[in-house]
């Protein structure tokens, strides 16, 4: 019984029909099989605490050195003589999930009850940052640390890495859920600081813009971009809206529940200009097709605006303003206008009051007069009493 070097271990012939064993010299257990095809592959015999008999394999003649195959062999023992076992350890690594298997079933089990833009935006967050950052890694190995880190790589976007290590936090905690790991690491993270950006269009930059909008009179995309101002509706809720969501003759109109941000059904009444933008459409409708603004397919709705977007946006001068802004701009009118805000949370669809609150500081001037409504009066019985 030599011990095992390289030119011991090339040496050795096959044997066609079985494999041959060589055991080293001056490490018990530690060997080398050689296949009927010539593969040479480094192992260890041993015992683990059970005294169960085992045999782990360190790599093949090739991949690895004898000498690096003799280093792996002294290093396994030692977890032996700790009371590990280094091949169960091994099993339940090659077990233990990684973030792409979680990443897999979050597409399978959880995306699909999110609505289309979350689902695209989660996709291009897991494509983008956390696959490339974590896809091998195993959810266990994934540390508070490095959570953090990745919070502060992106520290230039805050919206951006929020918004990631959100995503990062649910997948995480669906882990915990599913018992795949003990904790969320991504738990307690400290958010960045978003700028809140509300931009809408005042009376002149209105004017402007719907001036540009009626120098394309009957155009789908103009037509759409109409309806948004006219109503504050989110731009997926009107590109999918069907015919039969509406009753022209009341005046208002239903949103299924699958449409809305909030996952439930919706009576918006409609002003005298939106049923006239609808009662002009209805005109030009086509009976095969059900959508309000349909697409160039048959049976399907106008996909994006964006091309005829930023033409209007050039005409009218209003290059920064962004397609969501017509929501804020139709809610910003409603609060200058005297509306309150719970009156135009329910408009706009909102179910919290927090998220009305942006255009608080629009209703002063009218909280102001209403406020001197009761200081005239005040000030009426002093002026009595000086007569």
């Known amino acids: 019984m030599p011990k095992l070097t390289k030119r011991v271990v090339e040496a050795v012939t096959p044997d066609h029909k079985k494999s041959v064993k060589i055991w080293d010299s001056e490490i018990k257990g530690f060997g080398v099989i050689i ?13 683990n605490a059970d005294r169960i008999k085992k045999r782990f394999k ?14 792996l062999a002294k290093k396994h023992f030692s977890l032996v003589a700790e009371g590990k076992d280094p091949a169960a350890e091994k099993l339940k690594a090659m077990q233990d999930p990684t973030f792409y298997d979680l990443h897999q079933s979050y597409i399978e089990k959880h995306l699909p009850q999110k609505r289309a833009k979350s689902q695209h935006n989660d996709k291009m967050l897991l494509n983008k940052i956390l696959l490339p950052e974590f896809s091998k ?21 805050p919206y951006q890495a929020n918004r990631t290590i959100a995503l990062l936090s649910k997948m995480l905690s669906l882990a915990v859920t599913w018992n795949w790991i003990d904790k969320n690491p991504a738990a307690g993270i400290q958010k960045y600081q978003e700028e809140k950006r509300t931009r809408w269009l005042d009376d002149n930059e209105l004017e402007r813009f719907w001036d540009a909008l009626n120098e394309y009179t009957h155009h789908p995309a103009a037509d759409v971009i109409k309806f948004l101002l006219l109503t504050g509706a989110r731009k997926g809720e009107t590109l999918n809206a069907t015919w039969d969501q509406f009753d022209i003759e009341k005046g208002v109109w239903t949103k299924p529940a699958h449409l809305t941000k909030q996952k439930r059904t919706e009576h918006l009444p409609l002003s005298t200009a939106a049923l006239d933008l609808l009662r002009a459409r209805k005109k030009q409708a086509s009976s095969k097709n059900k959508y309000i603004f349909p697409g160039k397919c048959q049976g399907e709705p106008l996909k994006d605006i964006k091309t005829f977007w930023s033409k209007i946006k ?5 290059n920064d303003l962004r397609i969501h802004d017509l929501r804020h701009t139709h809610a910003s009118h409603l609060v200058s206008s005297g509306l309150s805000l719970s009156i135009v949370g329910k408009l706009l669809g909102h179910t919290q009051a927090s998220t009305t609150q942006r255009y608080a500081h629009l209703a002063d001037d009218t909280l102001r007069e209403a406020t001197a409504i009761f200081s005239d009066k005040v000030t009426s019985f002093e002026k009595k009493g000086s007569a």
């Open 314 to 318: 050039e005409i009218a001068g209003t």
């Open 137 to 157: 890694r195993k959810l266990e190995s994934i540390s508070h640390l490095d959570v953090q880190n990745l919070h502060r790589k992106l520290k230039a976007t």
């Open 35 to 47: 296949l009927p095809s010539g593969r040479r592959t480094y192992c260890v015999d041993y015992r």
């Open 58 to 71: 360190l790599g093949v003649h090739g991949q690895i050195t004898t000498e690096q195959a003799r280093i």
